[in-house]
């Protein structure tokens, strides 16, 4: 990868929380405006990139670089206003009993509410399900309306880098298509550069163009999503069946 094509690098990172370290000098590059997917079994690190790039786990060695820009120890609000980096964590982060108009207003706050107020209509006219349920609680949504209410959340701030964990959680299947193809949109569209961990592995390489494995906080593999799809050896990657295969490294 060239780089110019380059959005996001890990060089020799090490992370975690407290003493704890999570990510073992990992080395990993996520290409510009496409999806890539972080997978590997439970405990591989997947989240703690997340975390770690939006400056919510401490990196304690090496260097974390945004579009060739070194990012390593900046706090999420500075990683917002200026790199443009927005971050949808694992679960429901909604406030329940505010309407879903509030929830917006609220993650548009940092831009001001006029600005923030002109742009909920053009994110709205990506969710249609959750523009129906304008004035309902939060709470009163369903599971794959809270979660389209989150990442439209997201958007307002019209983010050039968008992290995503777990997206699928709680959801039906159609409505995690439907969240697959948004992020499709973002990235082919508006050259959002999405990186996503999600355990609904078969689906997600459907949707990415590129795909990371960890295990122990490591890469242990990174290929374009389609040819990982067509392996016949995918299982052990997600499923922790000991380490890859030699075919796939």
């Known amino acids: 990868m060239e780089a110019q094509d380059t959005a996001i690098e890990f060089e020799d990172v090490v992370a975690g929380y407290g003493e704890l370290t999570i990510l073992d ?3 990993l590059r996520a290409a510009r405006g496409k999806i890539t997917l972080l997978i590997g079994p439970n405990g591989a690190g997947k989240s703690t990139v997340l975390k770690a790039l939006f400056g919510l786990a401490r990196v304690r060695h090496g260097r974390i670089r945004l579009h060739g820009e070194d990012i390593t120890g900046a706090g999420a609000r500075e990683l917002l206003a200026r790199h443009g980096i927005a971050f949808v964590p694992q679960g429901r982060n909604l406030f329940g009993q505010l309407s879903v108009y509030e929830n917006l207003e609220l993650g548009g706050i940092t831009l001001g509410m006029k600005t923030a107020r002109e742009r909920i209509p053009q994110v709205l006219e ?3 399900r959750v523009r129906e349920r304008l004035h309902s609680a939060a709470a009163s949504l369903s599971g794959g309306e809270q979660k389209q209410l989150e990442i439209g959340r997201a958007l307002l701030l019209r983010p050039r880098v968008l992290l995503i964990d ?3 959680i709680g959801l039906s299947p159609l409505v995690v298509q439907d969240v ?3 992020l499709r949109k973002l990235a082919d569209e508006q050259g959002v550069t999405v990186l996503m961990v999600e355990q609904n592995v078969k689906s997600a390489l459907k949707t990415a ?4 494995a960890l295990e122990a906080g490591r ?4 290929k374009p999503a389609g040819e990982l799809l067509a392996d016949p050896d995918i299982e052990r ?5 000991g380490h890859v295969p030699s075919a796939l490294a």
């Open 25 to 27: 000098r990992l080395n």
């Open 126 to 128: 990506l969710f249609p």
């Open 166 to 168: 777990e997206p699928s």
């Open 180 to 182: 697959f193809r948004l």
């Open 209 to 212: 163009d590129d795909a990371i």
């Open 219 to 222: 890469l242990v593999l990174h």
């Open 237 to 241: 990657l997600f499923l922790g069946g």
